[in-house]
Each structure stands twice: as structure tokens, then as C-alpha cells.
């Protein structure tokens, strides 16, 4: 039996999504006879409450030179991490020549804000592709995975920092241990680790399973954060739910004492026991909703094809691959996928093989529907494709439920 990756207690999966491909792993034809799957399971700890998968991808085979995923591809994105750089800014850069790092800084989406005001910072992104990319905005980038011993190196050669920040990349770590020693020596003993996750709360409640995949090894929540922090000597002091990713929670975290712990925090853990997140009969439920919703979406593209419609995939996610590959939907029901990231265009998505075309050839010749992959970025999607709209385009979405939207 598997083994919880926080407390070593045995743990067993609640439900089991088959053979999957790895969810950036976009790829040409002659890469087909060798593509890479593993079991994508996912487990809740009884003893500490931790969300996580069972087993786990190589990090070499998912963060590199190619790797698929550039942050600042969505311009919303980029306004919510000016306004993540603020928050820091404004609440947690008292001290005269601060100094921050950030891990899985991806293209400098956030630390730009840092490097053009003259800030000390460090950007640590092990994707050689994307770490490039800062580099050339004046983002200073180390392509290395952080962990304790890198730590040290940081510590010993810029000193102490005020801030440690961490988007969409601390749930991907399965050596968290490592991690969180790493932040605590590195970190002043004012100095503060901010990160935001998916929120384990949102997934529950409109059964968003597609943000299980390959790279999140862990679905945060307060009460199985609390329990990994105070291992090491932390705590949690604030939590502030965000729109972002279909639901996600910045947290702020300093070392035990240093800060009150903030009403916020209560509040999303009282949410938190409203929805039984720390019980089985929990993930008993989210099974059936996810079952439920694969059936209900495998149905509807059925219908549509059935009836000679076409549809086609709106944004290459890495969350489209669990779904495309859960849900069993190939090329016969989803004609191609529409995608703005170049490296992504002209390959086929993981596993279940549709073709990614750029977004003009969605617009040269709109489909009937067009199923929304991109669903964390709806309200910008949607207020971008009235034409499509207008020509008699409708939606299909999933989350919170399977629904055609017109
Ligand atoms: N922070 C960005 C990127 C998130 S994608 C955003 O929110 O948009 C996750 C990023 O974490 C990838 O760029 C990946 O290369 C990086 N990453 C993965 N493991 C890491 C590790 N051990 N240390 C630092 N970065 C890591
Ligand atoms: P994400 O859900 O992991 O953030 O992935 C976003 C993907 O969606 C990325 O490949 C770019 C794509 N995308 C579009 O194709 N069009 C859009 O308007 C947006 C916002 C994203
Ligand atoms: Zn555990």
C-alpha cells in the first residue's frame, strides 16, 4: 500500500482516474509509439488530512527545456500576479533593501514587478524554456528545483529574505519536507512564505477534478497545511481565498510566534469542516460527482456528434488532459483544440491524440460548440469571443456541472 507523503501513514486511493499521460506532454506523431503513461490515483490521508497522489511522475519528465506551460499567455493572469506583487509589496516588504525569492517563477509574471523597482530577487524556475524567457525581462532566474540544500547555496550567498513567494508550484513538490526546511532557514525570522494553490475546497465543491493531474501532487487545505507546518516550526497566518484557477487560496505563512494568526484563517477552516474535508464519506462523494460528471459530458459530446455537430476543444489546459483521457474523448468527438501557446500548435494533445491548432483556425471556421477547457479563464474567454457567439456558437462547460451555455 502506498504511504502518505507527509506522515508515512498507509494510505489508499478514492478514486482512480486509469493510465495517464503527463498533462503538459504535447507531442508529434513519430512520439506516439513512446509516450509515457502512469496510474493518476489519488489518496486522502486519514492521520493528516493531506490530499495527494499515490503515484508520481519523474520531475525531469515534466519540467524542462519544452516545457508547454508560459504563465503570461493569459492577460488576466498577469493582472492578478501584478496585484499578488503588490499585496507582498505593500504588506511585507518593510525592511531596507528587501530581498525575495520566488520558486516556479515560470516567465518573471510576477517577479517583473519586483526587478523593475530596483527590488532584490531571485527567480528559481528549473524549466530552462521558461526561466529564459525572465531572464530576458531583466528577471534574475536560476534554472534549478529548489529544495534544502539549494537553500543554503541562496542564503549563503544573498543572505536572508523577507518574502518567499510560490504560485501553482508548492502543490507540485512531493519532497515537501525538504522544501519547507529550505523556506524556514532561508527565511528572516520577520520573513513571511506567501503561496497559492488550487484550493482543495473549490475541487470538492464543483467537483473540479480536473486540476488532479500529473504535476499537483498535493490538494491543499487549511487543516492538512497546518498539521505539515507546524512539523517545521510554522504557521499558518492568513488564508485568502482567490478567483484564480477556478478557485485557489494564498496563504501566508510565518515562522511560529513571529505573526497573530489571522481571522481568516478560522474562517476557511470552519469552510473547511462544513464540507467534511478531513472525512472519508467527503471523497466517497466526490467520486460519485466525478463519475457523474464524466458520464454526463460523454453523453452530451455523443449527442453532438450523433447529430452531425462540431465541436472543438477551447484552450490546450494541462486540466484537459485528466478529462480528455478520464472521459474517453478522442478526435471523433472533439474535431481539434484551439490553443494561443505556439509550442503547443501543430502537436497532439497527451494520450487521446487531438490535433492543437491556433486560435485562427478556430475563427476562420467556428465549430457548433466549442467545449471549454479553459474554464478557470471563462469570464475572460467569453468576453473576448462574441463573434463566435453571435455566429451561433454555443458552449459546452463541465464545472461546476455539464451544461451547454449560449
Ligand atoms: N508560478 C507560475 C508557474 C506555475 S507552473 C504561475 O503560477 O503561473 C509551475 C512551475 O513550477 C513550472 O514553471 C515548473 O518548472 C516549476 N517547478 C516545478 N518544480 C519546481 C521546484 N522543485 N522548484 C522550483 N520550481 C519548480
Ligand atoms: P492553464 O489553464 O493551465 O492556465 O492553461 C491555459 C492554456 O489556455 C494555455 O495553453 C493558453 C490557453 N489559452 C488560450 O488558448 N486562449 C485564451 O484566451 C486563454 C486565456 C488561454
Ligand atoms: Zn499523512
Not at 499515490?54 to 520531475?59: A, C, H, K, S
Amino acid at each position: 500500500m502506498p504511504s502518505c507523503l507527509i506522515c508515512e501513514t498507509p494510505i489508499e486511493p478514492f478514486l482512480d482516474f486509469g493510465p495517464m499521460p503527463i498533462a503538459n506532454g504535447f507531442l508529434s506523431p513519430e512520439q506516439f509509439k513512446d509516450e509515457y503513461f502512469f496510474n493518476l490515483r489519488v489518496a486522502h490521508c486519514p492521520k493528516c488530512s493531506m490530499v495527494q497522489l499515490t503515484e508520481l511522475v519523474d520531475r525531469s519528465r515534466m519540467f524542462h527545456e519544452n516545457y508547454a506551460f508560459f504563465s503570461s499567455t493569459s492577460a488576466w493572469m498577469q493582472r492578478h500576479f501584478a496585484g499578488f506583487a503588490s499585496f507582498v509589496r505593500d504588506r511585507y516588504l518593510a525592511s531596507d533593501d528587501p530581498f525575495i525569492c520566488e520558486i516556479g517563477s515560470n516567465d518573471g509574471i510576477m517577479l517583473r514587478h519586483f526587478a523593475e523597482r530596483g527590488i532584490r530577487h531571485l527567480g528559481i524556475e528549473p524549466s530552462s524554456n521558461v526561466a529564459e524567457v525572465a531572464r530576458e525581462r531583466g528577471v534574475r532566474t536560476i534554472t534549478e528545483f529548489f529544495d534544502e540544500d539549494l537553500a543554503r547555496r541562496i542564503r549563503d550567498e544573498n543572505g536572508q529574505a523577507d518574502a518567499f513567494l510560490g504560485a501553482n508550484v508548492m502543490c507540485h513538490i512531493p519532497y515537501m519536507h525538504s522544501v519547507i526546511e529550505g523556506i524556514r532557514l532561508l527565511l528572516k525570522p520577520a520573513g513571511v512564505l506567501i503561496f497559492e494553490d488550487p484550493f482543495l475546497g473549490d475541487i470538492v465543491e464543483k467537483t473540479s477534478y480536473d486540476q488532479i493531474y500529473d504535476e499537483h501532487a498535493f490538494y491543499f487545505s487549511v487543516s492538512s497545511l497546518r498539521n505539515l507546518f507546524a512539523m517545521h516550526g510554522m504557521e499558518i497566518i492568513e488564508a485568502i481565498p482567490q478567483h484564480v484557477h477556478g478557485g485557489s487560496m494564498r496563504y501566508v505563512v510565518a515562522h511560529q510566534g513571529a505573526y497573530p494568526a489571522g481571522d481568516s484563517v478560522h474562517e476557511v477552516a470552519r469552510r473547511e469542516a462544513q464540507l467534511g474535508l478531513e472525512t472519508p464519506e467527503c471523497y466517497d462523494r466526490l467520486r460519485a460527482n466525478v463519475e457523474r460528471s464524466r458520464d454526463d459530458l460523454r453523453t452530451l459530446l455523443q449527442s453532438c456528434r450523433d447529430e452531425g455537430r462540431r465541436v472543438a476543444g477551447y484552450a490546450a489546459t494541462s486540466k484537459s488532459t485528466t478529462v480528455t483521457n478520464y472521459c474517453g474523448i478522442t478526435p471523433q468527438l472533439v474535431e481539434f483544440i484551439s490553443d494561443t501557446t505556439p509550442i503547443k500548435q501543430g502537436k497532439f494533445s497527451p494520450g487521446v491524440h487531438i490535433p492543437v491548432r491556433s486560435h485562427d483556425e478556430f475563427a476562420r471556421n467556428y465549430p457548433d460548440y466549442a467545449l471549454l477547457f479553459g474554464w478557470n479563464h471563462r469570464d475572460e474567454i467569453m468576453s473576448k469571443e462574441t463573434a463566435f457567439r453571435e455566429a451561433g456558437g454555443r458552449w459546452i462547460v463541465y464545472v461546476p456541472r455539464v451544461e451547454v451555455v449560449s
